[in-house]
């Protein structure tokens, strides 16, 4: 398969740069064997089923984005991507020159760097004055907002770009389906018999990585770590024996279930994924999927493409951008249901 035959046309003013005023504003597209519906996300509660299963990713997104200099002088833009220890950590560097082991970063706040050395495309730092690497985060970083809202974060990001059940810090990207939900939403599903999970992803920042292979086989995913519990696992299964589904909230989500589900049934466990879902996958859990909006050429227009076919996508996102809907971290959402 060619990367290309993932494309499509977007206009720049359809990317949304800031969120809707209140989360359960967001429109919704449903695609389903009946084909293309225009919905408000509100409207969610029609495609879920009592004893369903819906499944949300309750990472917590970190104030990755840290800014300091050299000991030349030089500017530099660091990227949390994972957390080692208290005061270690995998980032990604931006610099005019790359630094080398040994080096010290000054950064924002009166906080250090030190660099370790490489791993892959990360650089391996250590913070010396920091309590922790979040507490530090916390106190100094900026959200990492995706490079295409190109704008610097403000301080309603701190807020907008974290769902609302967030509670396991370790992710510099948001799972974004989730951000549609607010609290009496989900108390909405509940009470109309929607079984409500949750698992663990960490989303690195790989997830905005362009696809740089022209063969969509040859393009491998960094890795990420997740955790699947048991409850879940539990849930799962009863709602498969009495006919129900299994319904992920976002592509972190179902990258998490369908690791956990390789022997064919979903299992209780953590671990580290680099799993790649494009056409041609068979789906072990998913049943379902809430989503946004993904970027052209991208792997997870071609997870979706998967999940749905890729000529039905295409489809659907041709009629996305005619009636003008929001794409991407802060837009619109889409339900889509798995093809037969």
Same mark, same amino acid.
């Given at each position: 398969?060619? !990367? ?28 389903? /064997? ?20 819906? !499944?949300?990713n309750d990472t917590r997104?970190?104030?990755? %984005?840290? &800014? =300091? ?8 833009? !660091? ?17 005019? @020159?790359? *630094? @080398? ?7 924002? =706040? ?16 250590? $913070? #010396? ?14 959200? *990492?907002? #995706? ?10 990001? /701190?807020?907008?770009? +974290? ?11 948001? #799972? ?6 607010? =609290?009496?939403?989900?108390?909405e599903l509940r009470a ?16 905005? +990585? *362009? ?8 393009? @491998?995913?960094?890795?990420?770590? &997740?955790?699947? #519990? ?12 009495? =006919? ?21 049934e979903l299992e209780a ?6 799993? $790649? ?18 970027? *052209? ?23 996305? !951008?005619?009636? %003008?809907?929001?794409? $991407? ?12």
């Amino acid at each position: 398969m060619q !990367v290309a035959e993932f494309d499509f046309a977007l206009p720049d003013e359809l990317i949304a740069r800031h969120p809707p005023e209140r989360r359960r504003d967001s429109r919704l597209l449903s695609l389903t /064997r009946a084909g293309i519906g225009h919905h408000a996300f509100t409207d969610i509660g029609r495609f879920l089923n009592a004893g369903d299963v819906l !499944v949300l990713n309750d990472t917590r997104v970190i104030p990755a %984005r840290l &800014y =300091g200099h050299k000991e030349t002088g030089g500017r530099v833009e !660091v990227l949390i991507e994972r957390l080692l220890d208290e005061r270690e950590a995998l980032c990604h560097l931006r610099a005019s @020159k790359a *630094p @080398k082991p040994g080096n010290r970063l000054a950064l924002d =706040g009166g906080y250090h760097a030190d660099v370790l050395g490489r791993s892959g495309d990360f650089f391996h730092l250590a $913070f #010396p004055e920091a309590d922790s690497v979040l507490a530090m985060a916390e106190q100094v970083g900026h959200m *990492p907002l #995706p490079p295409y809202i190109d704008r610097p974060d403000e301080a309603d990001d /701190r807020e907008r770009y +974290q769902t609302v059940f967030a509670r396991r810090p370790g992710a510099v990207a948001a #799972p974004t389906a989730g951000l549609h939900f607010d =609290g009496a939403l989900l108390d909405e599903l509940r009470a109309a018999g929607v079984e409500i999970a949750y698992l663990t992803l960490h989303v690195g920042a790989g997830t905005f +990585q *362009p696809v740089r292979v022209e063969t969509v086989e040859e393009h @491998k995913m960094h890795s990420e770590w &997740y955790e699947v #519990p048991a409850a879940l696992a539990d849930q799962a299964r009863a709602a498969r024996a009495r =006919g129900n589904r299994v319904v992920p909230v976002g592509t972190t989500a179902l990258r998490a279930l369908e690791s956990a589900a390789a022997s064919g049934e979903l299992e209780a466990g953590r671990g580290e994924t680099d799993i $790649f879902i494009y056409p041609g996958y068979e789906f072990r859990i998913t049943d379902a999927l809430i989503t946004n909006f993904h970027l *052209p050429r991208s792997s997870l227009l071609m997870l979706v493409s998967a999940l749905a076919g890729r000529e039905r996508i295409l489809a659907a996102y041709e009629e996305a !951008v005619r009636e %003008r809907y929001r794409f $991407f971290s802060y837009g619109d959402a889409m339900y889509i249901e798995r093809g037969q």
